[in-house]
């Protein structure tokens, strides 16, 4: 049964080996310029991710999250629920069918990306209408984008133009992270090694048992044998 054993190692190894290396690279890609990044509404405040070295020529979004009480969602809102909406300036809340927000968004930011290649600056106003709240993920509002080569570095600065004087709206934070195809590819291509490596390491892993039970069975009637 050696050359079963040694089978069933070879595929595990098979199947473990990849795995493992693509999640390792997986994890290393900077996917994230600031992940969560904790900030104040309040006029006048300023953050910044600090300079990162991106290995990944990528298109990134510029993110503000925030909680919300549940029950509110922009799908098919309430007034209460619209006027949260179109104080934060997400999508859903200027269909014709529900009328245009009156106003434009409370939430106003102005960002600055500077790197190796220059500076590039931005506003909350160009993107209006980008993001969704929901009571479940809350407010996801996108507030700019720009595109990265690897190897350069990059340091994204945020200014609040507002203060936030709605107590529903909590918990803000700031997000710059990989909005193109890359995350999709990379959900795609983890799960298609994740369903095959393991698979293929689940029927190594039962060849080695197979063998020692094999093998165990064999030594356990010897002794029988020899005993009687």
């Known amino acids: 049964m050696k050359w079963v054993r040694r089978a069933g190692f070879f595929l595990i190894a098979l199947g473990l080996v990849p795995w493992g290396s693509w999640t390792l690279f997986d994890f290393t890609r900077t996917w994230y310029l600031a992940d969560g990044l904790p900030i104040t509404l309040s006029k006048g405040s300023h953050y910044t991710t600090g300079m990162v070295k991106t290995n990944m020529s990528a298109l990134y979004s510029i993110y503000i999250l925030a909680h919300v009480p549940k029950g509110i969602d922009d799908y098919q809102p309430t007034e209460a629920e619209r006027e949260v909406a179109c104080q934060v300036g997400v999508s859903g809340v200027n269909n014709p069918d ?32 980008t993001g969704r709240i929901n009571s479940d993920t809350g407010i996801s509002r996108e507030i700019g984008e720009f595109q990265t080569v690897a190897g350069r570095r990059y340091k994204v600065d945020l200014d609040v133009l507002f203060d936030n004087r709605d107590p529903r709206i909590t918990n803000p934070s700031l997000m710059v992270a990989v909005s193109d195809f890359h995350t999709e590819s990379s959900l795609f291509i983890s799960g298609f090694l994740k369903l095959v490596c393991i698979s293929i390491a689940t029927v190594g892993s039962l060849l080695v048992l197979g063998a020692f039970l094999s093998e165990w069975r064999k030594r356990r009637q010897g002794r029988v044998l020899q005993r009687s």
């Not at 529900?98 to 106003?125: E, I, M, N, R």
């Open 98 to 129: 529900q009328g245009p927000c009156p106003d434009l968004p409370v939430w106003k930011f102005h960002w600055t990306l500077a790197g190796d290649s220059g500076t590039l600056q931005g506003d909350s106003d160009e993107r209006i209408g």
